[in-house]
C-alpha cells in the first residue's frame, strides 16, 4: 500500500469513512487541525458498547492511518510533510488514550507517568496455578513487569514440582500484564510465539528467549473486576537492554565489544526464524545483555507475527537439525489466508518508528529480512549512530559496509538468513580481529 492508495477502508470510530490516502490524513492532522475525539471517535462509549470495544476500534482506525502517513511508505518528496503528520498523529493517539482512561474511570490503565500498580492481584493458569502479583519489576512501552511473589496450587493438589514449576515464597518468575485492556490480545500473542519457538525451535538456543512459565487470567480492579490475560515469564536477573548500554557509552561501544552482542542477536532471530516466527520488533529496549556473561535474550514478543505458517510437520523438520548450526532456509510456505492477523506485525513502537523497515508500514508480512533490518539498526546504534552512514572512523569501514548491506531499502535486497549471515560476519570479524577471544564488558555501575 503507497502513501496514494485509493483503497476503502472500513468505517471508522466516529462513523465517518476513515481517509483512504496519504493526502486525505495530511488534510484532516495539518490543515484541518482535527482533534483526537474527531479523527478516532468519541471517548465514552456509545451505549451498549463496552469501554475496551470503542478503544480497540479507535486503535484500529489510528493504525489505519499510521500506516498511510509511515515516512518510509511514501515517495520521497512527500517525507517532509508525512513525517510531521505522522508525529502529530501519535500525539493526538496519545491523548485519546489518556481521554479514554479518564472517561472510563481509569479501566485502561493508560495514565502517563503513572501506571496502574497489580500488586496483590492472582493470576490463576490452566495448570490450576495461583500466581500472585509482587513488587513492580520493570515497565515497558505497552506492559509492566512484576515480581511473582507467590505460586501456590489452586484445588490443594500437589506442589507446582509436579508440572516443573517452583512454588512458595518468590518463585524465580515475572508476570507480564498489559497496560490497557486493550492490548491483552498482543499479550496472547506473546504467548503463541513463545510456545511455537519453544515447540519447534532448537532447544541449544532456548536461552535466547524468555521462558513462557504459564499463561493464566485475573480480575483486574481497575477494570470492574473484568477478566484480564496475563502470561508468567522466568525472571532475568543481572541483564540490561540496549537502550541502557547506549546511554552508558553514548559515543558507541568498541566494536570488538558490540560483535558478540550481535553475533548472539542472530542466534536469537535465526533460533525463532527457523521455528516459522518473526520478533517484529527487534529494538534497543527488547534486547538484554547480561555485561558479565556475555548473555542476550531477545523479549517482548508482543509484536510478533507467524508470516508464511507452514504445516506443522514441515517447520518441525525443516528447523531442527540434528547436529551443528542450523541448516539455512526460510520461513514455511503460506497456508493461511493474506487477512489472517497473526501474518502481520501488529503494531509500532512509535519511539522508533523511523527505524522500521518500509514494508512493515506497508502491512506486508514481516521476513526474516525485517528482523535482520531492526537488528543491525540496534548494532549501529550500539556502535555510536542508528544510521551507519553516521559512523565515525573508529568503526571499520569494512564493519560500517556489512551494516549498511542489511539495511537496503527493498527486503529481497537484504540478508534473509540470520544463521548465514552469522557466517559471514564470522568471516569478517576473523579478517579484521584474527581469532576469536572472551573479551570481558563492563557496564558502569549507575547504568546497571
Known sequence: MTGTSSTTFAASATGQRQPASLDEVIDLVLRQGLQERDLFGPTEPAAGRSPQASLRAARRA????????????????????????????????????????AAAGGAHGMRRGDRPDQAGVVVVSRGRLAHTVGERYADGDIATLYRVARTVPTDGGG??????????????????IAHSAADDDL?????????????????????????????????????????????????????????????????????????????????????????????????????????DDHGLVLVDWCYSAIPDPADDAVVAAAH???????????????RRGVDDPSRRIPALVAAYADWYPPEVARREPPGAATDIALATRCVSYLLGDPDPAGLGAAVPAQIRRFLGGCLLPAPAMRPDDAWRLLGELDELLDRLYGRRRFRPFTMPRSAR
Request: charged share 25%.
Open 62 to 101: 489510528y493504525r489505519a492511518m499510521a500506516r498511510l502517513v509511515h515516512p518510509d511508505v511514501v515517495p520521497a518528496g512527500r517525507r517532509v510533510d508525512a513525517a510531521r503528520t505522522f508525529a502529530r498523529l501519535t500525539e493526538l493517539w496519545e491523548a485519546y488514550q489518556l481521554a479514554a482512561d
Open 159 to 176: 506442589p507446582a514440582a509436579k508440572v516443573g514449576l517452583v512454588d512458595g515464597d518468590d518463585p524465580p518468575y515475572l508476570v507480564k
Open 187 to 291: 499479550v496472547a500473542r506473546e504467548a503463541a510465539a513463545l510456545r511455537r519457538i519453544a515447540r519447534f525451535g532448537d532447544p541449544r538456543f532456548a536461552p535466547y528467549v524468555p521462558r513462557l512459565v504459564d499463561t493464566g487470567r485475573f480480575a483486574d480492579p481497575a477494570a470492574g473486576g473484568g477478566s484480564r490475560r496475563a502470561n508468567v515469564l522466568g525472571r532475568l536477573d543481572g541483564f540490561v537492554p540496549l537502550s541502557r548500554v547506549h546511554a552508558a557509552y553514548p559515543g558507541g561501544v568498541d566494536p570488538r565489544d558490540a560483535a558478540w552482542m550481535w553475533r548472539r542477536l542472530l542466534v536469537a532471530i535465526g533460533y525463532a526464524h527457523r521455528a516459522g516466527v518473526a520478533h517484529g520488533a527487534v529494538l534497543p529496549d527488547h534486547v538484554l545483555i547480561h555485561p
Open 320 to 334: 531442527r537439525p540434528e547436529a551443528g548450526r542450523p541448516e539455512p532456509g526460510r520461513l514455511g510456505a503460506t
